[in-house]
């Protein structure tokens, strides 16, 4: 069976995409994120004062795993832990009837605060799993066996509802070709490498290694690129009480493209206004990834394109134009 579940943005902004997923019998709203690989859920093994805004998993103990535990940060500090159970998991009428579900005990205050997120679905490498003793499968690595192809797709969009399609390749939802590069899995997750970057009409060589990434909101390049962007947006400045690069709200910004598989990948100007800030001008959605050793190809890379993910014998990523 193949299946397709809506990517719905959580804010006005694109913060992240919710997802509808039925796990044991609950319907909760998770962020499919390629960056990592958990499948974890706020659970009622959390205080009820946890749960406020959330909907959550209602644990049933003869499915728990026992002995089974988890815990997983991110990078940007936030993280959950908990324990294991195998329950039936049901994204876009996909189903896995075991799949590992990972209930929350405790969530960091990142997760508790957005009361829209119930959790993630893991959608890179299974190697990244942080199950102990045994690592678990991603819900992708799960159901991949009963899907016509071995691929999921990613469809976001800017301001708008898209959606994730497991199995199958939606031709409605791209213009023109795929082009398809080799992945590169070693590290867990979905590897690409870029070999020139262009702002606005001007092209530049270079190396971008990075990661797809969903889970990410922005854009995260090496310095050097970062600095060459912000130099032609007029009033643009490094704010540090705002994390980043912000910009008076009504400049113009140009098109950012990164040339991959030898085809330019454009990120429209308008999807690098990512939000107003409290201080009265505009964060910008593309950022330094100092310290982070890689690029990460966030949504607001994502949002202007179909991404197709291929598991097959050689792992393929597909970019064709929405
Ligand atoms: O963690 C990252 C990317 C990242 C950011 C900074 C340093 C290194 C890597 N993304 N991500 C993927 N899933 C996430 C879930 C929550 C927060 C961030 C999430």
């Not at 294991?84 to 209930?103: C, I, P």
């Not at 947006?233 to 690069?245: E, F, H, I």
């Amino acid at each position: 069976t193949n299946g397709s579940a809506p990517a719905v943005p959580s804010d006005q902004y694109d913060s992240l995409y919710l997802s509808p997923v039925t796990v044991g019998s609950s319907t909760l709203h998770l962020d499919f994120d390629t960056g990592s690989s958990d499948l974890w859920v706020f659970s009622s093994l959390q205080a009820q004062s946890s749960l406020v805004g959330h909907d959550y998993y209602m644990v049933d103990p003869a499915k728990e795993k026992q002995g089974y535990t988890w815990k997983i940060s991110y990078g940007d500090g936030s993280g959950a832990s908990g324990k294991v159970y195998a329950d039936k998991v049901v994204v876009g009428g996909v189903t896995a009837t075991a799949q590992a579900v990972e209930a929350a005990t405790a969530v960091s205050a990142q997760f508790t605060q957005d009361v829209d997120t119930d959790g993630l679905l893991g959608l890179a490498m299974s190697t990244l799993n942080t199950v102990k003793p045994q690592q678990q499968k991603t819900f992708f690595d799960t159901v991949l066996k009963q899907l016509a192809q071995p691929l999921f797709a990613v469809d976001l969009k800017y301001h708008a509802a898209g959606s994730y399609d497991f199995g199958f390749i939606d031709k409605s939802k791209y213009t023109g070709a795929i082009n398809y590069v080799n992945a590169d899995t070693s590290k867990g997750w979905w590897g690409v490498s870029a070999t020139a970057y262009s702002i606005g009409n001007a092209s530049t060589s270079a190396t971008v290694s990075g990661i797809l990434d969903t889970g990410t909101t922005l854009l995260y390049v090496d310095t050097p690129i970062v600095k060459a962007y912000y130099a032609k947006v007029k009033g643009s400045k490094m704010d540090n009480t705002q994390g980043g690069y912000v910009f008076p709200c009504s400049a113009t910004l140009p098109d950012f493209s990164l040339t991959i598989g030898g085809v330019k990948q454009i990120v429209p100007g308008k999807h690098i206004n990512y939000s107003p800030t409290s201080a009265g001008n505009c964060f910008g959605g593309i950022q330094t990834n100092d310290g982070i050793g890689f690029s990460i190809l966030g949504d607001i890379f994502l949002k202007s394109k179909y991404v197709i993910h291929e598991m097959g014998s050689t792992p393929r990523i597909g970019f064709a134009q929405q």
